[in-house]
C-alpha cells in the first residue's frame, strides 16, 4: 500500500471518558505518516467532551445532538472522512504503533474488502480469571483463524469505494452492524484479509457481574441482526428454545430436591449444568482450544473455573435472548 495513500480513522463513542484520550494518542504515535482522525462524540453525558476538546486542533470532532447508535456514528465519521482507506475503530480500545500500516498493506489487492485482526488482549489493571478467560479466547480464535478452521467474521480497515458501492453501516439495527456490513461485502464476492501479525488492547469484561452486564444487553439488542440474517429461532427451534430455557431456569430446583428429597435429583443438576458448561468446551473447537492453552500456560485457576464461566455466559445469552423474545424487543 502506497505511503501518499490517506488513511482516514473514525472512532466512535459514547461515554468513554475513561479510555478517549488512550485511544486517540495511539492513533497520533502511529508509523504510518498520512493519517486524519475523525472522533464522533455520540451525544456523551460524561467528560468525553472536554477532554475531546484537548484534541480539535489534531483531531476533526463531530457531535451528534442526540444519542443515535453505533451505525449512525460510523456512517457520520465515514461520511466526513477524507481518506481512500477508512479504519473502523473501537473507542475503549488502543492500538500499537504499527496497526495501521499493517491493517492496510492486503487492501492493495483489489479483490479484497476489507482486513481484519482478531488477537486482542484484554485491557484492564485486573488480572482475575474473566479478564484471563478472555484474553485466552481471542488468543484461541486467532490460532483457528489462522488455520483456517474459523470463518472471519467482521472486518476494521476498508477500501472506500468498496464502501461506496454495497453502502454503508445499517444505521436501523442497535448491534451486530459490524458483522451486517462485512457479511454485504461478501455477498458481493470480495474477500476478508486476516491480518495475523498484529493485535489491539480492548476493554473486553474483566469481572462476572460486567460479563453477565454486556451479554444481557447485547442478546436483548442484537434481536433485530438475528431476524435480519435468519439466526432468530423459529419454529421448531422456538420450541426447542424455550423448553431448554424453561428447564434450566429449574436448575436451583433440582439441586433443593436433591437435598431434600432424593440424590438422583443432583443427577439432573448436574446433567443439566454439563450441557451448558463441560460439553460446550468439549464440543466447541473455540473453547476447547482455550481450555488446552490454559493449561498449557500454566493457567490452572482458569481451566478450572471455565466450565462455570462458560456457564454464566451461555445462559445469560439464551435468558436474554429468550426475554427479548417474549418482550418482543
Not at 502511529?30 to 453525558?45: A, G
Not at 467528560?47 to 470532532?61: C, D, G, M, S, W
Not at 493485535?199 to 474483566?206: S, V
Amino acid at each position: 500500500m502506497e505511503q501518499d495513500k490517506l488513511v482516514s480513522i473514525v472512532i466512535p463513542c459514547h461515554n468513554e471518558e475513561e479510555t478517549v484520550e488512550e485511544c486517540i494518542n495511539s492513533f497520533l504515535r502511529q508509523t504510518y505518516p498520512n493519517i486524519e482522525i475523525i472522533v464522533v462524540d455520540d451525544c456523551s453525558t460524561d467528560r468525553t467532551p472536554e477532554i475531546l476538546r484537548k484534541y480539535e486542533e489534531r483531531v476533526k470532532v463531530i457531535r451528534n445532538i442526540t444519542n443515535r447508535g453505533e451505525g449512525f456514528s460510523r456512517n457520520a465519521g465515514i461520511k466526513a472522512a477524507r481518506g481512500e482507506i477508512i479504519i473502523e475503530t473501537e473507542c475503549d480500545g488502543k492500538y500499537p504503533p504499527d496497526y495501521v500500516e499493517k491493517m492496510i498493506a492486503p487492501l492493495a489487492d483489489k479483490s479484497v474488502g476489507g482486513a481484519i485482526t482478531i488477537r486482542r488482549i484484554t485491557w484492564s489493571d485486573r488480572n482475575g480469571v474473566v479478564a484471563r478467560y478472555w484474553t485466552t479466547r481471542f488468543l484461541a480464535a486467532h490460532k483457528l483463524t489462522l488455520e483456517g478452521k474459523r470463518p472471519i467474521i467482521g472486518a476494521w480497515a476498508f477500501r472506500r469505494e468498496v464502501l461506496d458501492e454495497i453502502g454503508l453501516y445499517d444505521e436501523a439495527l442497535p448491534c451486530g452492524t459490524d458483522v451486517d456490513l462485512v457479511n454485504r461485502i461478501k455477498q458481493r464476492g470480495y474477500r476478508i484479509a486476516f491480518v495475523p501479525d498484529t493485535y489491539f488492547y480492548h476493554k473486553d469484561p474483566d469481572t462476572l457481574r460486567k460479563l453477565v452486564r454486556r451479554i444481557w444487553w447485547g442478546s436483548i439488542k442484537c434481536r433485530r441482526f438475528r431476524e435480519k440474517w435468519g439466526l432468530e429461532p423459529k419454529g421448531v427451534k422456538k420450541l426447542l428454545f424455550i423448553s431448554r430455557n424453561v428447564i434450566a431456569l429449574l436448575l436451583p430446583v433440582y439441586f433443593a430436591l436433591a437435598l431434600v428429597h432424593n440424590v438422583l435429583w443432583l443427577l439432573v443438576f448436574l446433567g443439566v449444568f454439563s450441557a451448558e458448561s463441560v460439553f460446550p468446551i468439549a464440543y466447541d473447537k473455540e473453547l476447547r482450544l482455550t481450555f488446552r492453552l490454559a493449561l498449557e500456560q500454566r493457567d490452572f485457576r482458569l481451566a478450572a473455573a471455565m466450565p462455570f464461566i462458560c456457564w454464566v455466559e451461555i445462559r445469560t445469552r439464551a435468558l436474554g435472548i429468550f426475554y427479548a423474545m417474549l418482550k418482543g424487543e
